[in-house]
Nanobody
Framework: QVQLVESGGGLVQAGGSLRLSCVVSGSTGSKYRQEWHRQAPGQRRELVASITSGGSPDYEDSVKGRFTISRDDAKNTVYLQMNALKPDDTGIYYC????????????WGKGILVTVSS
């Protein structure tokens, strides 16, 4: 069974940095995409960044140039480095594994809170 556990959230001042980590246990398969989503208070959950099994990253427009997604396969961990944080980045951040092959499925972490103060 696939499980994802996030860590690294907390309170930071605007302009500061945080690095989120997501440890993945269980099989990811050979083709997959790992994602970070966030949900701001009163808002829908949105995709922030993703990285494919081939290593190709993608970002939501508002975080381009500020956030970096990366992966350490030896540690079964995906990271989200967040720099130049803004109050609008506040929310619960969720790690997700979108498994494509073999087998398909979506697996979510429980989420971790990031609060950016102005």
């Amino acid at each position: 069974q696939v499980q994802l556990v996030e860590s690294g959230g907390g309170l930071v001042q605007a302009g500061g940095s945080l690095r989120l980590s997501c440890v993945v246990s269980g099989s990811t398969g050979s083709k997959y995409r790992q994602e970070w989503h966030r949900q701001a208070p009163g808002q829908r959950r949105e995709l922030v960044a993703s990285i494919t099994s081939g290593g190709s990253p993608d970002y939501e427009d508002s975080v381009k140039g500020r956030f970096t997604i990366s992966r350490d396969d030896a540690k079964n961990t995906v990271y989200l480095q967040m720099n130049a944080l803004k109050p609008d980045d506040t929310g619960i951040y969720y790690c997700k594994l979108h498994k494509i092959w073999p087998g398909r499925g979506d697996y979510w972490g429980k989420g971790i809170l990031v609060t950016v103060s102005s």
